[in-house]
């Protein structure tokens, strides 16, 4: 193995304690921050993860709300219950698991949360936000991965970074968040013809496409940071990503491991923003 691995979980472990510390002194001032998680329909993934949010929050002192629906919920009795937490002060951040069943308007439903609770970094004034380099809630994955750069000391500045995958939740924000620290950055998607062409000479690739061993070793240049959002199951039923980790990890120079790489670091960028928000409603 040539590559380093990036430990999502030993990093989420040092956030979650500057987190935890930082939760006793709102408590202290009499404040304790609120999440409210919704879960729409039975969705096995979206149960795991939401369960693995609300216990994060419980675990570093904060306070948490789940609300589980049917999938036969309509859209209105879900804006409905957005409504009464955008008006609840002990909730400061508000996060609605996609995706949403057919019948409910995803926009629809995000546009509703108040941006002061926009704790995922979904609604358009923070998408508005990081496009125009304004302060704002950032979407948790990304702010994950760039945590992660920064933790190994890479300099994007002039680097050339390779995203794969154009959804809101990660590739395009991710692009935006490489390009505000100076990187070239190339979005590669499903109609892109040589997707070897581009990752051949990246020095950060990003993977977030939801496709097992998408990303072979004969597509890294030696020594690049190679960064697996994916979250699939193998034959065996086990986690993996969307990187050919066995093989890759000979080839790369950094490497994150699925699990225990990105996934926690979603978690503990959601609970930094949920934090950030309770500490801005209380100024
Ligand atoms: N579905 C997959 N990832 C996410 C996320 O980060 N937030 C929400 N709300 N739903 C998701």
Not at 103 to 119: G, L, M, N, R
Not at 149 to 167: C, M, N, P, Q, T
């Amino acid at each position: 193995m040539t590559a380093q691995l990036i430990d999502g979980n030993a990093l989420s472990r040092q956030l979650r304690a500057a987190v935890s510390e930082r939760v006793q002194a709102l408590k202290a001032r009499g404040i304790t921050p609120g999440l409210a998680v919704l879960l729409v329909g039975d969705n096995p993934a979206s149960a795991v993860y939401v369960r693995n949010k609300v216990k994060a929050c419980e675990d570093t002192g904060m306070h948490s709300v789940l609300q589980t629906w049917p999938a036969s919920l309509s859209e209105a009795a879900l804006l409905e219950q957005v409504a009464a937490l955008n008006q609840d002060a002990s909730v400061h951040g508000i996060l609605v698991q996609l995706p949403l069943p057919p019948q409910i308007d995803t926009h629809k439903v995000i546009e509703a949360i108040s941006a002061a609770k926009d704790v995922d970094g979904f609604h358009l004034a923070s998408a508005g936000a990081l496009m125009t380099g304004a302060p704002g809630f950032l979407p948790c994955t990304p702010h994950g991965c760039m945590k992660m750069l920064e933790a190994i000391g890479f300099d994007l500045h002039g680097k050339h970074a390779v995203v794969i995958g154009r959804s809101n939740i990660v590739g395009k924000p991710m692009a935006l968040l490489l390009l505000q620290k100076n990187a070239t950055v190339t979005i590669c998607h499903s109609a892109t013809p040589d997707l070897k062409a581009f990752t051949r000479n990246a020095d950060v690739i990003v993977v977030a496409v939801g496709k097992r061993k998408l990303l072979r070793a004969d597509m890294v240049k030696p020594g690049a940071v190679v960064l697996d959002v994916g979250m699939n199951r193998n034959e065996e039923g086990k986690l993996c990503g969307d990187v050919d980790f066995a093989n890759v990890k000979e080839v790369a120079g950094w490497i994150t491991p699925v699990p225990g790489g990105v996934g926690p670091m979603t978690i503990s960028m959601l609970l930094v923003n949920t934090l950030e928000a309770a500490e801005r409603q209380a100024r």
